[in-house]
């Protein structure tokens, strides 16, 4: 088979190194990646296995190895890294954003499994073999994904300013000391 055989996967890789990475340039350069390592190391992939899933597994790997490599350096915030944090405006939430949002803050492990599984259509075995670990972790963290993430979609609706009445201080119970 020819490394052409890989362009049918590019917008799968595309779509997965979107939601992985959260920004359309750090995407576009972990697929980059990802095809320039498919392409270099084309005589590791079994002929009649699955492509899809190899292209998948290098993928991960790069996201993990770059991840490794970000912890390790001295920290730096930008501005843009803390744009999840800020508080923004009151006013009709963009369903779109907020998905995106609640998903950039669960765990990678999480957010990995669970798009592989919902996104990309994956089996749980194909999953465990992308990402390496045995199917009940798989499953585990797809389970926490799932309702971590719908905490995660129900919070902003419960505790946006609008929606929460002012309390008045008499309402509020006293403290009390515990040894």
């Known amino acids: 088979m020819q490394p052409q055989a890989i362009v049918e996967y590019i917008p799968a890789l595309r ?3 979107r939601a992985l990475t959260g920004d359309a340039w750090a995407a ?3 697929v980059q990646d990802t095809l320039e390592r498919a392409c270099s190391r084309w005589r590791l992939w079994l002929a009649g296995s699955d492509l899809r899933a190899w292209l998948f597994t290098v993928m ?3 996201f993990v190895s770059a991840y490794r490599r970000r912890q390790a350096a001295p920290a730096t915030v930008a501005l843009d890294d803390l744009a999840d944090e800020l508080p923004g405006p009151h006013g009709a939430p963009d369903n779109a954003l907020d998905l995106q949002r609640c998903l950039m803050r669960l765990p990678d ?8 599984v919902t996104l990309e259509d994956l089996s749980y075995a194909e999953v465990a073999r992308i990402t390496g670990t045995p199917i009940g972790t798989v499953m585990s963290r797809l389970s926490r994904a799932r309702e971590r993430l719908r905490t995660l979609m129900e ?3 419960q505790t946006s300013l609008a929606a929460i009445p002012l309390a008045e201080p008499a309402s509020v119970p006293p403290l009390r000391r515990l040894k």
Do not use: K
Request: aromatic letters at 4%.
């Open 109 to 116: 492990e999480q957010r990995e499994v669970l798009l592989l």
């Open 60 to 62: 991960h790997n790069l």
């Open 28 to 30: 576009d350069d972990l």
């Open 155 to 157: 919070a902003p609706a």
């Open 15 to 17: 779509r997965y190194a």
